[in-house]
């Protein structure tokens, strides 16, 4: 079988600038702004900016379709139904999708049609399959009294997302919400907003009814802003970072004290414990862990936290894993790394490496802007060593591929290292020894750990921070029913 020509399918494709209200494709009001594609620096297209009146159009169109009740009302079955066929058209349209992406944010094509896409459908169909497992309860009353709870959608849900997975970080929020029988309108990160009009469009060519999906595209100041203070908006499921999160917060009790769910940024701590079980596997986990989507991601393993008995061979056998990441032409199926995701972000890392260097901390390879890709937004892949567990490097999420061993003395300095910042999205350990393991396990703060493992994750299980990485969990049973509000009811028997 001949590899596609992806570069031949890009430039064949029409790109959509409008955004989707009210079930059709809709030109808005606030201007234009631009996207550009990081790998080369074109601009891919000018596309239509929000108003605020944009964003009440949708709001209203989007609770006048939740109270007409197609869709909050529609029997379990027939919605799950319209998911299923939802799921199966984002198969159909995987190539699409996977380009849309790929030249918006930079992230490898092989990614997206291997990880971001199918990861996308099976997450509707997850959460198709919880829509009659949605259960109330009866109680314990007197005789003449009947009384039972049954769990509601709550009206409008606001979901503002970030660039790193454009497709996927939608589909967290808008599916379980859906799933529970809200209605959503969706603002993608201004960096990438090619790929959600195409999934609101799939909704509808599903048999989701017009006005339970929307896109509004815009910046986070203005059309994120203008949703999360919306009076009619029930919930605001926001992923970006940490200090818009908290604008969120502050957003909700300004307006209509709305239910407001965050995931945040990481700075995740992996342990190396001397008696860990396998060097080569150990190694090869921890540069995927930082190197993979380029490092912008969310619970990216960014600080090594490796025992000092095992140092020297940790080093070696990280550096001669890390050659395996090379940034290259996010098009073409063998690259493994793309640029960053604009010029700004690159400007950011490459700052994050003269901090590092400026702070005392050895830069063992990498960090610079690879030869031959200057046109793009590439940093090549770093390492730092002999940090110390208080620079900035070790402390702020850099969002990049810059990795920072950090060694540590024993079981109890590690925690402690582990736990010395503001987040707690993730943690990886790895020894051999149950003792460490558990206990490890239990007194790092962070919503996943992964012994003896990096990045595993399932539908079907929470993923979420502690601290400030957020307040909730997306994916799992629990992330539809956070999308349902519970109501008591009380029945006198007369
Ligand atoms: P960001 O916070 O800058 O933006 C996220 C979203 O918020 C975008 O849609 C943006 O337009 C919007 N926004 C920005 N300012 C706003 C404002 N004042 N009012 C309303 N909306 C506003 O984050 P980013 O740079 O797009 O994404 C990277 C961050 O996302 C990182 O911190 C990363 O860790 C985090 N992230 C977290 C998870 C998780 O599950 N915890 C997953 C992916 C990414």
């Known amino acids: 079988m001949t590899t596609p020509n992806w570069h031949e399918k890009a430039a064949a494709l029409r790109l959509e600038t409008r955004s989707f209200i009210g079930g059709e494709m809709v030109e808005v009001g606030g201007g234009h702004f631009e996207t550009i594609n990081p790998a080369t620096g074109a601009v891919l297209a000018a596309v239509g900016q929000g108003s605020a009146g944009d964003v009440d159009r949708a709001v209203a169109d989007a609770l006048r379709a939740h109270r007409g009740g197609s869709w909050s009302r529609m029997a379990p079955r027939d919605r799950m139904a319209v ?5 199966d058209l984002i198969e159909r349209e995987a190539e699409l999708l996977a380009l849309l992406d790929t030249l918006d944010m930079g992230k490898p094509i092989s990614d997206m049609l291997n990880i971001d896409v199918p990861a996308a459908a099976a997450t509707i169909r997850f959460c198709a399959e919880c829509i009659d497992k949605i259960t109330g309860t009866t109680t314990a009353t007197p005789a003449n009294v009947l009384h039972y709870t049954t769990r509601e959608p709550l ?50 060519e599903a048999g989701g009814p017009a006005g339970i999906f929307n896109v509004v595209n815009g910046p986070g100041e203005t059309v994120g802003r203008a949703l999360a203070l919306h009076m009619d908006v029930a919930k605001v499921s926001f992923t970006g970072s940490t200090e818009v999160g908290k604008l969120m917060l502050q957003y909700a009790g300004q307006s209509n004290m709305k239910k407001v769910a965050l995931e945040c940024g990481g700075k995740t701590p992996q342990v190396f414990m001397n008696d860990l079980p396998d060097l080569a596997t150990a190694t090869k986990t921890a540069a995927f862990g930082i190197y993979g989507n380029m490092g912008e991601v969310c619970n990216a393993g960014s600080r090594l936290l490796v025992d000092k008995k095992i140092h020297d061979e940790f080093l070696y ?57 200057e046109r793009g937004a590439y940093v090549a892949p770093a390492l730092f060593t002999g940090v110390g567990p208080k620079m900035r490097i070790a402390q702020e999420e850099i969002f990049g591929p810059v990795a920072a061993i950090i060694p540590v003395d024993g079981v ?76 008591s009811t009380w029945v006198k028997l007369v």
């Open 83 to 87: 998911l299923y066929r939802f799921a």
């Open 155 to 204: 009206g409008v849900v606001a979901a503002i997302v970030p660039w790193n997975y454009p497709l996927l970080m939608a589909v967290w929020k808008i599916a379980p919400a859906l799933a529970a029988g809200n209605a959503v309108v969706l603002k993608p990160a201004e960096q990438s907003p090619l790929s959600a009009v195409h999934l609101a469009r799939l909704f509808a």
């Open 317 to 373: 056998g990280f550096m001669r894993e890390s050659e395996n990441f090379v940034p290259g032409d996010p098009l073409l199926e063998e690259t493994n790394m793309g640029p960053l995701v604009t010029f700004e972000q690159q400007k950011r890392v490459l700052g994050y490496i003269e901090i590092g260097k400026n702070e005392g901390a050895s830069l063992a390879f990498g960090g610079n802007v690879p030869q031959g890709l």
């Open 412 to 487: 109890e300095n590690a925690i402690e290292v582990a736990n010395d910042t503001i987040y707690g999205l993730a943690a990886g350990i790895w020894t051999t020894d149950l003792t460490t393991a558990h206990r490890m396990a239990r007194e790092i703060e962070a919503g996943t750990v992964w012994v003896n493992c990096f990045d595993e994750g399932d539908m079907t299980q929470p993923f979420g921070g502690f601290k400030q990485s957020g307040n909730a969990r997306d994916k799992c049973f629990d992330s539809v029913l956070a999308y349902t509000q519970q109501k």
